[in-house]
């Protein structure tokens, strides 16, 4: 009799061994395919990097991030996630305008950049925008969001839902403004 105990003890054992250890199995087979199809990787981490984008020998725009984290895949991208400076630059090299966010994507081949989370834009008038949401299109050298946006002219606050700006925000408009707006008589 201790025979069969001892062969149940040992089936059991072995049934519960394998019951144990294929669903880990299976967990790293999922985490495999994960890894396999996902449609980026990481291929490239940075601290403190300093972009510069240029056009005929002329910087146009200097981006800082503190950390930089470049994936390849179908759609790649680079993201910063404990935020950027963007400085925006006249033909003197004077800087026109500076945009401050805690997080930012960008997306090479579209030129596009998302800023996000306490995003700050000021210009030289010292006028100053404030949105959770903002995106930079390079091609069309603009700014936009669609999110909540207050303005600080330095007279008047003003605020709405959307906005959009030249890139270096000297010409800009509310799309939805709400409040009460002062209209001077010429």
């Not at 972009?51 to 790649?76: C, H, M, N, P, W």
């Not at 000021?122 to 909540?148: C, G, M, P, R």
Request: hydrophobic share 40%.
């Amino acid at each position: 009799m201790s025979l069969f105990l001892k062969n149940i003890s040992i089936s059991t054992i072995f049934v519960f061994s394998i019951l144990f250890f294929f669903p880990a199995c299976q967990n790293d087979i999922k985490t495999i395919n994960t890894i396999i199809n996902n449609d980026s990787l990481l291929v490239e981490t940075a601290n403190d990097v300093e972009t510069i984008y240029s056009d005929s020998a002329q910087i146009q725009v200097i981006v800082k991030a503190r950390v930089l984290k470049r994936f390849e895949g179908t759609k790649a991208y680079t993201e910063m996630p404990k935020g950027i400076i963007v400085n925006f630059y006249d033909s003197l090299m004077q800087v026109k305008s500076k945009l401050t966010a805690n997080y930012a994507i960008s997306y090479e081949r579209e030129k596009i950049m998302e800023a996000k989370n306490n995003v700050v834009v000021v210009n030289v008038k010292q006028e100053q925008l404030n949105t959770e949401h903002l995106v930079w299109d390079q091609k069309k050298a603009i700014i936009y969001s669609d999110k909540f946006v207050k303005i600080n002219t330095g007279k008047e606050i003003l605020w709405g839902e959307g906005m959009e700006a030249d890139e270096r925000f000297d010409k800009w408009k509310i799309l939805k403004p709400k409040g009460s707006i002062t209209i001077k008589d010429d």
